[in-house]
T-cell receptor, first 111, second 113 residues
Framework: DAKTTQPPSMDCAEGRAANLPCNHS???????VYWYRQIHSQGPQYIIH???NNETNEMASLIITEDRKSSTLILPHATLRDTAVYYC????????????FGGGTRLMVKP | DGGITQSPKYLFRKEGQNVTLSCEQN?????MYWYRQDPGQGLRLIYY???????QKGDIAEGYSVSREKKESFPLTVTSAQKNPTAFYLC????????????FGSGTRLTVV
């Protein structure tokens, strides 16, 4: 699996958009980008994933650059409940289904 | 509702004792996984299983054992050989060989005293 790089922490004002970056410069053509988040002392929660097109669901939007070397997770209107550690992971779908979690970005949403 | 259940949520054991953590899923997922998380760290893969009666070691399998006798169940035993067993343990499941993501349990916090 390709290695990912994320900032260790970010702050965001409540109600504003939170933009979480992820670099994955060694990503292969068959590797997807996944985002999970983990609220303190709970299991990680799946947010969204994509291959090369931008994706949107009820939780977030995922913007993947044209060269696929980086991506951004967007929470359009952050709330206090979005405070969590956000993990960016890249993985080929047939790579034994194993996900490798790095340190993630600790997002703090402030009132 | 379908989901994945880990029990117990908190577990205390004396040093030198084996302990088994339960993980059950009713999602009809083929694959199941065990991760360990230490404070402030990411998740590290202990064992995974893609089908019944088969499992593979992850990155930190030493001192742990698993079984997969049923599709729904993937218990993890933390043995006395595990040097630093105190940690947060997370179980997950997924549909094998697709781009679907994981569903995680709520975790078991094991403290060895």
């Amino acid at each position: 699996d390709a290695k990912t790089t994320q900032p260790p922490s970010m702050d965001c004002a409540e109600g504003r958009a939170a933009n979480l970056p992820c670099n994955h410069s060694t990503i292969s053509g068959n590797e997807y980008v996944y985002w999970y988040r983990q609220i303190h002392s709970q299991g990680p929660q799946y947010i969204i994933h994509g291959l090369k097109n931008n994706e949107t669901n009820e939780m977030a939007s995922l913007i993947i650059t044209e060269d696929r070397k980086s991506s951004t997770l967007i929470l359009p209107h952050a709330t206090l409940r979005d405070t969590a550690v956000y993990y960016c992971i890249v993985r080929a779908y047939n790579a034994g289904n194993m996900l490798t979690f790095g340190g993630g970005t600790r997002l703090m949403v402030k009132p | 509702d379908g989901g994945i259940t880990q029990s117990p949520k908190y577990l205390f054991r004396k040093e030198g004792q084996n302990v088994t953590l339960s993980c059950e899923q009713n999602l009809n997922h083929d694959a199941m996984y065990w991760y360990r998380q230490d404070p402030g760290q990411g998740l590290r893969l202990i064992y995974y299983s893609q089908i019944v009666n088969d499992f593979q070691k992850g990155d930190i399998a030493e001192g742990y054992s698993v079984s997969r006798e049923k599709k729904e169940s993937f218990p993890l035993t933390v043995t006395s050989a595990q040097k630093n067993p105190t940690a947060f343990y997370l179980c997950a499941s997924s549909i094998a060989r697709t781009d679907y993501g994981y569903t995680f349990g709520s975790g078991t916090r094991l403290t060895v005293v």
